[in-house]
């Protein structure tokens, strides 16, 4: 296997062990995903579509269908009433928590067959990688609200 073969099957060993980890929390990878992104603030949905690499309509079906769980809601931005926010619910946070946590304990697995020094290796990669992307949410320094 050449290095593009690698990375789409390191892409579905990722996916697997997080689609377990949503399932046990009775979630499926998308509403897990949007929790996680809007866990600590409110985002703006056009800039969580374009983030989540989604069309606005998916989104908003993905939304409709998490908001009927009660785990996010939608509301107006006080800065610009046509922009509409989305926050999470205190149920969807202690998902959301709860995801973040359990990615954090049992995704380094997938790593567990490697040395001390390869691991190491791998995380400072997979952080470049991360940060080096743009799949940040805004700081807080950056505005919600146009």
Same mark, same amino acid.
């Given at each position: 296997?050449?290095?593009?073969?690698?990375?789409?099957?390191?892409?579905?060993?990722? !996916?697997?062990?997080?689609?377990?980890?949503?399932?046990?929390?009775?979630?499926?990878?998308?509403? %897990?995903?949007?929790?996680? /992104?809007?866990?600590?603030? $409110?985002? !703006?949905?056009?800039?969580? %579509?374009?983030?989540?690499?989604?069309?606005?309509? %998916?989104?908003?079906?993905?939304?409709?269908?998490?908001?009927?769980?009660?785990?996010?809601?939608?509301?107006?931005?006080?800065?610009?009433?046509?922009?509409?926010?989305?926050?999470?619910?205190?149920?969807?946070?202690?998902? /959301?928590? /709860?995801?973040?946590?359990?990615?954090?304990?049992?995704?380094?697995?997938? %790593?567990?067959?490697?040395?001390?020094?390869?691991?190491?290796?791998?995380?400072?990669? /997979?952080?470049?990688?991360?940060?080096?992307?743009?799949?940040? $949410? $805004?700081?807080?320094? !950056? $505005?919600?609200?146009?």
């Amino acid at each position: 296997m050449d290095y593009g073969d690698k990375l789409f099957w390191l892409s579905v060993v990722i !996916q697997r062990k997080y689609a377990q980890i949503c399932a046990e929390l009775d979630l499926t990878p998308s509403q %897990a995903t949007l929790l996680c /992104a809007v866990r600590n603030e $409110p985002r !703006q949905m056009a800039d969580l %579509a374009a983030a989540l690499g989604m069309t606005k309509n %998916a989104l908003s079906q993905l939304v409709d269908r998490t908001a009927r769980r009660e785990l996010v809601g939608r509301a107006s931005s006080a800065q610009d009433r046509r922009v509409v926010m989305l926050s999470v619910t205190p149920t969807g946070k202690v998902l /959301a928590e /709860a995801v973040y946590a359990e990615v954090a304990k049992r995704l380094p697995e997938i %790593a567990s067959n490697l040395g001390a020094d390869d691991q190491r290796d791998f995380e400072r990669v /997979a952080t470049a990688i991360v940060d080096t992307s743009d799949l940040s $949410p $805004p700081t807080s320094s !950056q $505005p919600l609200a146009p």
